[in-house]
């Protein structure tokens, strides 16, 4: 089964640019979403499609996906940011599933 | 504004039957799929399975022997059910709307969460 590699944790400094990696075997040839999510609370999608960010989120969250590494991107992180950040593609490798990275803390310093 | 809410048992024994309930308030849940998925405490989100209304499903291999998944679209609500639970089936545990635009697949909308705890 498909496999995404995400660092445990990434720390920045507020106004700085936070840059979260996910690992995939040829991830840029699949769609990339990420979520965020904060303590107690249900996860959030904030990028999609590799790029794409839905209503409502801020034009600070970005991403790129090529080769094997997909990457989400917080510019001007502010506290608020600080959560857990997950990527996820579908996988059809094998058959139709999907598959979650294993999630990284972002701490804002 | 699409919105799930989780329901059931906190607590359930060991070797028994994790039971839960989604409700969506939505007009229809036709036409998307309906996913579980799961958060032990303090780690990461496992993906459980899926299933549409039409009765499309599929679930994650290594819990595929002990899951399964149903929709009741008159009630708008679809379930879960592990069986043979262990502690290591205790964890938060999210409903969520899987929809695929343009091909791409992705959980928009998605419950509170509900912790379920294996225990005698």
């Known amino acids: 089964s498909y496999v995404l590699t995400q660092p445990p944790s990434v720390s920045v400094a507020p106004g700085q640019t936070a840059r979260i990696p996910c690992g995939g075997n040829?991830?840029?040839?699949?769609?990339v979403q990420w979520y965020q999510q904060k303590p107690g609370q249900a996860p959030v999608l904030v990028v999609y499609?590799?790029?794409d960010r839905p209503s409502g989120i801020p034009d600070r969250f970005s991403g790129s996906n090529s080769g094997n590494t997909a990457t989400v991107t917080i510019s001007r992180v502010e506290a608020g940011d600080e959560a857990d950040y997950y990527c996820?593609?579908?996988?059809?490798?094998?058959?139709?599933?999907?598959?979650f990275g294993g999630g990284t803390k972002l701490t804002v310093l | 504004q699409v919105q799930l809410q989780e329901s059931g048992p906190g607590l359930v024994k060991p070797s028994e039957t994790l039971s839960l309930t989604c409700s969506v308030s939505?007009?229809?849940?036709?036409?998307?799929?309906w996913s579980w998925i799961r958060q032990p405490p303090g780690k990461g989100l496992e993906w459980i399975g899926y299933?549409?209304?039409?009765?499309?499903?599929n679930y994650s291999p290594s819990l595929k022997s002990r899951v399964t998944i149903s929709v009741d679209t008159s009630r708008k609500q679809f379930s879960l059910m592990v069986n043979s639970v262990t502690a290591a089936d205790t964890a938060v545990y999210f409903c969520?709307?899987?929809?695929?635009?343009?091909?791409?697949?992705?959980?928009?909308?998605w419950g509170q969460g509900i912790l379920v705890t294996v225990s005698s």
């Open positions: 969520a709307r899987m929809t695929s635009p343009g091909g791409i697949t992705l959980f928009d909308f």
């Open positions: 939505v007009d229809s849940i036709s036409s998307f799929f």
């Open positions: 299933m549409s209304s039409t009765g499309t499903s």
């Open positions: 040829n991830i840029g040839s699949r769609s």
């Open positions: 499609d590799d790029s």
């Open positions: 996820q593609v579908w996988d059809t490798s094998t058959d139709l599933h999907v598959v």
